[in-house]
């Protein structure tokens, strides 16, 4: 069971390019998410969906888009990549019911570095 | 703003010894709480907690949840160099219109000393 994927796993990029981090999951749930995590800051929410069609901005979404045209699919994109966006970006999914939550299952992680 | 604080935010222990992590958080409509183990990637889910004064166990790890002081701990006993890690509290909480979002404190790095 492959769970959720993310490409590539490093990436080194110029100010200014742009690129995407892609993020796919089989578990056929209705939550993904994007989050970065940079040294010793613990894991920052950039974008989240609720199911295919749907997404919304989380605590750092500047510099960021994201789209969900599948439910299997959560891709992010930087336009113009800035230094202040080298860290490492996780990838998430969840099923959610009862209202309590369940637990959200992570990606490797994409370690990008811009210069 | 919802807010998640761990500590210690690094902790240095020989094997054997026994830990205790701390998580207090501040949310606006509180859910569950998590604990996640980070080796070198990807986090790995170890507990959720939803209930006040209901301890989760597995094997040497053991967790509970005081909803009325708002914090959780997380212990280890008899640790091994295998539980060197950083550990992540993350809070599950509803944001509105069906939508829940978690946030996580920024972790507390154990290292286990043979």
């Known amino acids: 069971n492959a769970g959720v994927t993310q490409t590539p796993k490093f990436r080194i990029l110029k100010i200014g390019q742009s690129m995407t981090l892609q993020c796919t999951q089989d578990?056929?749930?209705?939550?993904m998410y994007w989050y970065r995590q940079d040294p010793g800051m613990g894991l920052k929410l950039i974008y989240y969906?609720?199911?295919?069609?749907?997404?919304d901005k989380g605590e750092v979404p500047n510099g960021y888009n994201v789209s969900r045209s599948t439910t299997e699919d959560f891709p992010l994109r930087l336009e113009l990549a800035a230094p202040s966006q080298t860290s490492v970006y996780f990838c998430?999914?969840?099923?959610?019911?009862?209202?309590?939550?369940?637990?959200?299952?992570f990606g490797d992680g994409t370690r990008l570095s811009i210069l | 703003e919802d807010k998640v604080v761990q500590s210690p935010l690094s902790l240095v222990v020989h094997e054997g010894d026994t830990v205790t992590l701390n998580c207090s958080y501040e949310?606006?409509?509180?859910?569950?709480l998590l604990w996640y183990k980070q080796e070198k990637k990807a986090p790995t889910f170890l507990f959720m907690l939803?209930?006040?004064?209901i301890e989760k166990k597995s094997g040497r790890l053991s967790s509970i949840l005081d909803k009325k002081e708002l914090f959780s701990i997380l212990n280890i006993t008899a640790t091994q160099t295998g539980d060197s890690a950083i550990y992540l509290c993350?809070?599950?909480?509803?944001?509105?219109?069906?939508?829940?979002?978690?946030?996580f404190g920024k972790g507390t790095k154990l290292s286990v000393i043979p």
């Open positions: 998430a999914s969840s099923s959610l019911g009862g209202g309590a939550g369940q637990p959200q299952h």
């Open positions: 578990m056929n749930h209705n939550y």
């Open positions: 969906s609720v199911g295919a069609g749907i997404t």
């Open positions: 949310v606006t409509n509180f859910r569950s």
């Open positions: 939803t209930s006040s004064g």
């Open positions: 993350a809070v599950l909480a509803y944001s509105g219109a069906g939508s829940y979002q978690l946030t």
